[in-house]
């Protein structure tokens, strides 16, 4: 199977060697070799990108899952002062509110306007959305 | 003084009398053209900020440069620049000839020929995009490959019309929808298309709001394009500094002819986001690319004289060029289809169109259409991952194409 897989490639690696000999006179199908070649050599250079950011990203997943886990388990040591900072978090909130939204590099006013044509762009009632986040995109 | 002599000298020297001698009458069609793509950058707003420098360049050439006539004066030379591409003549690879005797134009088109001009815009390029998008949902590299399919099926159209390898090539690089990309290849490749080339380019990117939607609607379903996708993981900014150090070495090394491009994408996006570099970050992103723009704009313009544009040629590369970019659409909404299936209806397959770079447009196309169907859907976000995987897979595509026809 990995014979015939080499045999392949080296058939194609002659194609389009010779194509690029003869630029000036290059055949149909030799074209069409060439064509089929470079696209899988794309699809080939971007897929072993995928499985790298795939590899790297599940390293930072759990690293980030470790950080969380020592974060709850620092917590749970010391129940006693979250259970009374949660009333208070919550007294801050406007009636009718979903939760806070973090605002980074964005002025408040900017920042309800672009609630607002989100809202109204969904169609969807403000108090029915809740905004995570909002940040500027440079 | 002879008044009389001292006017006929006037007048045998002037672009008016060329004009109306010989084949003056090309370039009274490129001023026609000049003026049209003026229109469509000023009061259609076609990617502005180039097509007024290439419109403009296009309108300085043909009034300066005439085939037969005096060109002292002018301020590109195709003759000089035929000079430097042959390897029989004594100016052949020179620089200097150029510096000599070259006009503004000639000079400021050395940046394009030295490949220059396009790495710093694809610097600029790699400072203003975030690319979180992508390292949190990988498989957007999927749909950016795909989308490269045009640029092959083009290739391939090329070399059945008749085009050399080297044309071929250059021509089948519009379909990655990449300006600078394409600028590059066809410098190294066929510079004698350059201007048709870019302009097909540059005119085809800006048309992608009407070209794409009706193929994106006969290739997916209403269901398909009502799909919601769900918010993609928050990536970290350790990520974000590795990703693009990886992708340098990584792609660079698969293919060394992607070096100028992909280093100079990955360099302004490690100055963006590694933090400490906020100044440079900042001059890449807005003065350094205007003045690379202003540049490039007006020198590829003025490779658009009369003597060269005009030719059948021409209208083929347009017609290929747009055949490409709709053949690299139709390939990111296949395989988006594709994705869409086996994840059981999660992906939905509209983002596949944004494969073709493009940045931004492209996303923003996928995003309007996704919500004409589903008011509550934003696939903005999703669609940029595919659509600067796309900026990398035409990388890709244009060192391949030149690893192979160099």
Request: charged content about 15%; glycine content about 10%.
């Amino acid at each position: 199977m990995f014979d015939k897989l080499t045999l392949a490639v080296e058939e194609i690696t002659e194609v389009t060697s010779e194509a690029a000999s003869k630029g000036d006179e290059l055949s149909i199908p030799e074209a069409g070799v060439t064509a089929v070649f470079g696209y899988a050599v794309v699809f080939f250079g971007l897929v072993i990108l995928m499985i790298v950011l795939y590899c790297t990203g599940a390293y930072f997943k759990s690293r980030d899952a470790k950080a969380k886990a020592a974060e709850e388990a620092a917590k749970k040591a010391a129940p006693a002062a979250p259970a009374a900072a949660a009333p208070a978090a919550d007294q801050k909130l406007a009636p009718g509110s979903a939760g806070h939204v973090k605002l980074f590099d964005v002025p408040d006013k900017e920042a309800a306007m672009i609630m607002a044509i989100v809202a109204d762009k969904m169609q969807t009632p403000l108090n029915e959305l809740h905004f995570i986040s909002i940040k500027e995109v440079k | 003084m002879d008044i009389l002599e001292t006017l006929e000298t006037l007048w045998n020297g002037s672009g008016f009398k060329s004009l109306f001698t010989g084949e003056g009458w090309k370039n009274l069609i490129m001023i026609f053209v000049s003026c049209v793509l003026l229109y469509l950058g000023i009061k259609k707003k076609f990617e502005p900020l180039l097509l007024v420098g290439i419109a403009f360049g296009c309108l300085l050439v043909n009034l300066s440069y005439f085939v037969g006539g005096d060109t002292a004066d002018a301020l590109y030379h195709l003759d000089l620049w035929d000079n430097f591409l042959d390897p029989n003549h004594p100016d052949y690879h020179s620089y200097g000839a150029i510096m000599a005797h070259g006009g503004l134009l000639d000079i400021l088109y050395i940046g394009v020929k030295a490949g220059v001009y396009p790495s710093l815009i694809f610097m600029g390029v790699g400072a203003m995009t975030d690319f979180g998008p992508l390292i949190a949902n990988p498989k957007s590299l999927l749909l950016g490959a795909a989308a490269q399919m045009g640029v092959f099926l083009a290739f391939f159209g090329a070399i059945c019309l008749g085009f050399t390898g080297q044309e071929a090539a250059s021509i089948g690089i519009i379909g990655g929808a990449d300006g600078p990309t394409a600028i590059f290849l066809t410098t190294k490749l066929a510079p004698h298309l350059l201007g048709a080339i870019a302009i097909a380019a540059y005119s085809y990117m800006a048309l992608i709001p009407m070209i794409q939607p009706p193929i994106m609607k006969l290739l997916t379903t209403e269901k398909e394009r009502q799909i919601k996708m769900e918010q993609a993981r928050t990536v970290s900014k350790t990520e974000k500094i590795i990703f693009p150090i990886i992708v340098a070495m990584f792609v660079i090394l698969l293919l060394p002819s992607t070096a100028p491009l992909i280093g100079c994408l990955m360099l302004g996006n490690l100055w963006r986001e590694c933090g400490v570099t906020e100044r440079l970050s900042d001059t890449v992103q807005n003065a350094l690319m205007n003045i690379v723009t202003v540049f490039l704009g007006i020198s590829v313009g003025a490779t658009t004289a009369a003597s060269r544009f005009l030719s059948p040629e021409t209208i083929k590369i347009i017609v290929l060029g747009l055949t490409a970019f709709c053949f690299s659409t139709v390939g990111g909404l296949l395989v988006g289809k594709i994705m869409c299936k086996l994840s059981g209806g999660k992906i939905n397959p509209l983002i596949g169109s944004a494969g073709v770079s493009a940045v931004p447009m492209a996303a923003r196309v996928s995003q309007m259409e996704g919500q004409k169907a589903n008011p509550k859907n934003f696939l903005l976000m999703h669609a940029m991952g595919p659509n600067v995987a796309g900026v990398i897979g035409s990388a890709i595509a244009a060192g391949f194409l030149l690893a192979v026809f160099k």
